[in-house]
């Protein structure tokens, strides 16, 4: 069987991690200091869900100016679209929901699943996006919200498995369901890989 085509794409401004969010989902690898996007970058991984098989067609846009419409068109004919903010900057949350005035006007069709990722969740201290206000930004908008930190691993594998779900409309039991239910939690959370496996965080 083959399986099903998902395209996701990740928006957002510069330098909120859109890159390290997708490397680490897709080799486990993190760079304290990367080199920014230029145009787009195409990834693929295959999911596995409840005996679906998904191959992820993930795409990193740049997040600079100068590549604002070329974003545009990669976001086309999008199954998920993640809005990525900056947890420790208030400009890139704005500017995030800028992004998402100029999809919904353009791009985003009443099937695209939305996503919020605030990443840089481990530098909490530095956090200046309120978890109430990001909270409710995504609830209006029927977007899925999670905190992540591609420098601790955390929050980003989980974060697209419930995207995943939600295309698939499967509830958190695995029964396929006929409204999709926004989760109100601060899902952030660090996960501890196991010794016995070999794999730490960088």
């Not at 869900?49 to 191959?55: A, Q, R, T, V, Y």
């Not at 100029?102 to 956090?127: C, H, R």
């Not at 930190?149 to 939600?166: H, M, P, T, V, Y």
Request: with cysteine; proline share 2%.
């Amino acid at each position: 069987m083959e399986p099903d085509q998902v395209k996701i794409v990740l928006i957002g401004e510069a330098r909120v991690g859109k890159s390290s969010i997708i490397s680490r989902y897709i080799s486990n690898t993190f760079q304290e200091f990367g080199t920014p996007t230029l145009g787009c970058a195409y990834h693929t991984r295959q999911l596995n869900i409840n005996d679906k098989i998904l191959k992820l067609n993930i795409w990193d846009t740049a997040g600079q100016e100068r590549y604002h419409s070329l974003s545009k068109s990669y976001s086309r004919d999008s199954k998920i679209i993640i809005l990525v903010y900056d947890i420790t900057s208030y400009e890139s949350f704005k500017a995030m929901k800028r992004w998402h005035e100029i999809l919904q006007k353009e791009i985003v069709l009443p099937t695209t699943i939305l996503g919020v990722f605030g990443n840089k969740a481990d530098l909490i201290q530095s956090e200046e996006v309120p978890i109430i206000e990001a909270q409710k930004f995504a609830n209006v908008i029927n977007a899925s919200f999670r905190k992540t930190s591609a420098k601790e691993n955390a929050g980003i594998e989980e974060g697209l498995i419930e995207l995943c779900k939600r295309y698939l409309k499967i509830g958190d039991h695995g029964a396929p369901r006929e409204s999709l239910r926004i989760s109100k939690q601060d899902l952030y959370e660090k996960h501890k890989k196991s010794k016995c496996c070999g794999n730490k965080s960088k």
